[in-house]
């Protein structure tokens, strides 16, 4: 089975500094791996994924991740974060052979303070 | 284009009592996912279907719980004689056959057992 371990509940930040977001897996097969965002009272958007290649993968509003499979880590990072990005991000991983279903981590609640 | 759709946005019920939750994915998508959000359990699989394939329920909690998709496209979640710990948003996916690793989320209907 896999799971998913977001080290981190709530991560305050002021406004243009730079944010880790840390998420660990684990998983005896192969996995894909996301990051998700949620705004207040919204559904989940998409913000990046992990296939396979490059383990560098650039997504939406200027967040990026790397994937480190000796680590089994998949963090998320931001250079400058605004005011905006202020939500929960969830780490996910899915597996092609179990129907692509997500698993996902509790969630870190990003805030962004001015 | 549009996105998944899903009514009714919020449901109050009273303990007991039988609900159903639907949800509309994006035209031509051919899975489509079930998942809850809840405060103790976090986010959590229920079910899935892709095409005409038989769904995968592994996730539902219980035999109270059950899904239709219609047609290959709507898909109804009914809860029976709903207890407070059904309490959550009750999220929908779908996910295209090109692209099938990227989900795309409705935003949720939120489910109150008084």
């Known amino acids: 089975a896999q799971s998913v371990t977001q080290l981190d509940s709530q991560v305050p930040v002021f406004e243009e500094a730079p944010v880790e977001l840390r998420c660990n897996y684990s998983?005896?097969?192969?996995?894909?791996l996301f990051w998700y965002v949620q705004y207040p009272n919204q559904g989940l958007q998409l913000l990046l994924k992990y296939l396979s290649g490059s383990t560098l993968v650039k997504g939406i509003n200027g967040f990026e991740a790397e994937f480190n499979k000796s680590q089994t880590s998949f963090h998320l990072r931001k250079p400058s974060v605004h005011i905006s990005d202020t939500a929960e991000y969830f780490c996910a991983v899915s597996v092609w052979e179990y129907g692509n279903k997500l698993v996902f981590g509790a969630g870190t609640i990003l805030r962004v303070k001015s | 284009g549009a996105g998944v759709s899903q009514s009714p946005s919020n449901k109050v019920t009273e303990k007991g009592k039988d609900v159903e939750l639907r949800c509309d994915p994006i035209?031509?998508?051919?899975?489509l996912y079930w998942y809850r959000q809840s405060l103790g359990q976090g986010l959590e699989f229920l079910i899935y279907?892709?095409?005409?394939?038989?769904?995968?329920k592994s996730g539902l909690p219980s035999d109270r719980f059950s899904a239709e998709r219609t047609g290959g496209s709507v898909s109804t979640l009914t809860i029976q004689r709903t207890q407070q710990e059904d309490s959550a948003v009750y999220l929908c996916a779908s996910s295209p056959r090109q692209g099938w690793y990227e989900q795309y989320f409705g935003p949720g209907t939120r489910l109150t057992v008084t």
């Open positions: 998983s005896s097969v192969s996995v894909y």
């Open positions: 035209s031509g998508h051919t899975a």
């Open positions: 279907f892709q095409g005409n394939s038989a769904p995968d």
